[in-house]
């Protein structure tokens, strides 16, 4: 393990050099064409056999040790986001509309560098390391299930994954076992009224009026037909009625977010807002359109992974705390590589101790202590020797 601390340091302003190349030049989900190549290239250079093209954009990675053993996966995501970036670092990006604004090319530049560690003991490892490189985690479908079907855990026994959290600490871990990160599902509703002047209401049927209702309504689903003892968020993102100030619009479109953990809770709330919709609708005399499409299911941990994790994190010397932490509702297409494999999904803190607040993950100013990325390399790197050792 000191072996492979000791590596992973002299190697930290390589992780920070490649951080900062990637975050310079973000490539938004499913349109990755010179990131995927740079990652091939580098693993290449290492002398690791390499898959592009997995699933569609995605890179895999593997590194057979001298010895017949088990098989770790390790996955990092690589796409960014359509924010501008308002940062002026010297990294910032340079490509207008799109910005690694939730921490992907920190994850990126972690797994390529420990990657390059793991090799030079090729000689002592008992088993393999399979390198996942995915695509298109930000939007739905996600790059994960297309991964999976296109073969990249085949043959693996367990898989780890992290990610670096701004508003945690620097040195921080958290863990948890069971639902870590919420079902991620939207919805699009258009509501068809009658347009008319701003002057005769009553010789139109007022979508923005129903819109506007429903919404207010829409917060009542959670608090009065979820059971309060379990979790649900319900959020309206988008509202949009382009009009004349003085006309009474003919449609307005909304669309919005359900974050569930359950699947009972998951299709309640499908069901209660077409009902509360339509109930609204025909009142108002008015048509609807209403589509729910599932997004990722929940993070669900294993139990003997995510203690494994843990335990391996309290013997890293840049972590200062392990903790068990809340569920997160947002969402991760992590989520369907631990309902094919055991594994575990945690949070490495990457927030600068110098720092009053962290911008949010989404942010157009986001951004992380980078010293993160060599905790959550030393804490994957630690977990995957100590994994493969004990598969003889």
């Not at 992590?334 to 490495?348: C, D, Q, S």
């Not at 202590?369 to 493969?388: C, F, Q």
């Given at each position: ?65 001298a ?9 990092a ?24 604004a ?105 979508s ?94 294993h ?65 992380f ?20 050792k004990?598969?003889k």
């Open positions: 393990m000191n072996d492979l601390f000791s590596a992973l340091n002299k190697n930290y302003d390589e992780m920070v050099s490649i951080r900062r190349h990637l975050h310079e030049n973000p490539e938004l989900s499913f349109e990755e064409v010179l990131t995927p190549k740079f990652i091939a290239d580098y693993h290449r250079k290492l002398g690791l056999e390499v898959r592009e093209g997995v699933g569609g954009r995605g890179v895999v990675a593997t590194l057979k040790g010895k017949p053993g088990r098989t770790v996966a390790l996955r995501d690589f796409d960014a986001l359509a924010i501008q970036e308002l940062n002026e670092v010297p990294y910032k990006s340079k490509v207008d509309g799109v910005m690694h939730c921490g992907h090319d920190g994850h990126t530049a972690t797994l390529l560098v420990l990657a390059k560690v793991l090799n030079e003991m090729r000689s002592d490892l008992t088993g393999n390391v399979v390198f996942i490189h995915q695509f298109a985690e930000e939007i739905t479908p996600g790059g994960a299930k297309p991964m999976i079907e296109d073969g990249c855990l085949d043959g693996v026994d367990v898989i780890f994954g992290t990610h670096l959290w701004a508003p945690t600490p620097l040195g921080d871990i958290l863990v948890r076992n069971g639902p870590i990160m919420a079902a991620a599902d939207m919805f699009e509703i258009t509501i068809h009224g009658k347009g008319g002047h701003g002057a005769e209401p009553h010789n139109s049927v007022d923005i009026v129903i819109g506007s209702q429903f919404i207010t309504q829409l917060q009542t689903l959670v608090s009065r037909r979820v059971d309060p003892l379990k979790s649900a968020v319900v959020s309206v993102g988008h509202f949009e009625a382009i009009n004349p100030f003085n006309v009474i619009a003919e449609k307005v479109v909304i669309k919005g977010t359900v974050r569930t953990f359950e699947e009972s809770v998951r299709t309640l709330l499908e069901k209660e807002i077409e009902l509360l919709l339509k109930t609204l609708c025909e009142g108002a005399h008015a048509r609807f359109e209403y589509k729910f499409s599932r997004g990722y299911p929940p993070v669900v941990n139990k003997k992974e995510t203690q494994f994790i843990a335990d391996i994190a309290c013997s890293v010397p840049e972590v200062t705390s392990v903790k068990e932490c809340a569920p997160f509702m947002i969402g991760e297409d992590f989520a369907y590589y631990l309902e094919k494999v055991p594994g575990t999904f945690f949070i490495t803190g990457a927030k600068n101790p110098s720092w009053e607040t962290a911008y949010p993950h989404h942010h157009a100013r986001f951004d202590d980078e010293r993160a990325m060599l905790i959550a390399a030393k804490t994957m790197g630690m977990a995957t020797l100590k994994y493969l004990h598969s």
